[in-house]
């Protein structure tokens, strides 16, 4: 069985704060792929970022940043000097080898940027 | 991820009526797949196809809805006879056929509206 675990409902912080998205996955293949997605209030899903298994580089896109640890199984999602902009529900998501792609989502965490 | 058309963007449907919703993945892309967004609930997958074959359709509900993708065409989300608990958003997304693990991209989203 797969599972993405997103503890935090919802976050509001201060413009220009950094905020960290926690995201925990739970599978038993060995390859699989993580996804960051946003869904901002005009309510589209704008995809963010994929990474596969075997790649635990963090990785960094302008003031976006991943942190993806196997040891703990989480991927976390770095958002520094926060713009109102941000402001939307993120939702990380898994895929497995053996599920055709198919991808799970977590239940999102709500993120409120507070002018 | 915009090359991903849904439509109608938004549909409201009185109980026992039909909703069809309808979506033509990005240029290239062979496989389709439905996710369900319920208010303030996350993506649930639903089905994924592929032209003219359903791949994987464990997350439909068992009466009442069904999805295709023909060979030539759009592919089509059915709900025959509605009722108000199927208000929701309906996603369309799709990916590249062969590796696993590509990327899908999703539409803009359907939102049904049964009053």
């Known amino acids: 069985a797969q599972k993405v675990t997103q503890a935090q409902t919802e976050i509001s912080v201060v413009e220009k704060e950094d905020v960290t998205l926690d995201c925990v996955y739970e599978?038993?293949?060995?390859?699989?792929?993580l996804f960051w997605y946003k869904q901002p209030p005009s309510g589209e899903l704008v995809f963010l970022i994929r990474?596969?298994?075997?790649?635990?580089q963090n990785e960094i896109s302008g003031r976006y940043s991943w942190n993806f640890q196997k040891s703990t199984s989480s991927f976390n999602f770095t958002i520094t000097a926060s713009q109102v902009v941000d402001s939307a529900v993120y939702f990380c998501a898994l895929s497995e080898e053996t599920s055709y792609d198919k991808v799970i989502f977590g239940p999102g965490t709500s993120l409120s940027v507070i002018p | 991820n915009a090359g991903v058309m849904q439509n109608p963007r938004h549909l409201v449907r009185r109980r026992g009526q039909e909703a069809r919703l309808r979506c033509s993945p990005m240029?290239?892309?062979?496989?389709v797949y439905w996710y369900r967004q319920l208010p303030e609930e996350g993506l649930k997958f639903m089905v994924y196809?592929?032209?003219?074959?359903?791949?994987?359709e464990s997350g439909m509900p068992k009466e009442r809805f069904s999805a295709e993708f023909p060979k030539e065409g759009p592919s089509i989300l059915r709900i025959q006879q509605v009722v108000r608990g199927d208000s929701a958003a309906y996603f369309c997304a799709s990916s590249p056929p062969a590796a696993v693990g590509n990327t899908i991209y999703f539409g803009e989203g359907s939102w049904l509206t049964v009053v």
């Open positions: 196809l592929q032209k003219e074959n359903i791949i994987d």
């Open positions: 240029k290239g892309h062979s496989h």
């Open positions: 990474r596969n298994s075997f790649d635990e």
């Open positions: 599978t038993r293949d060995t390859t699989y792929y």
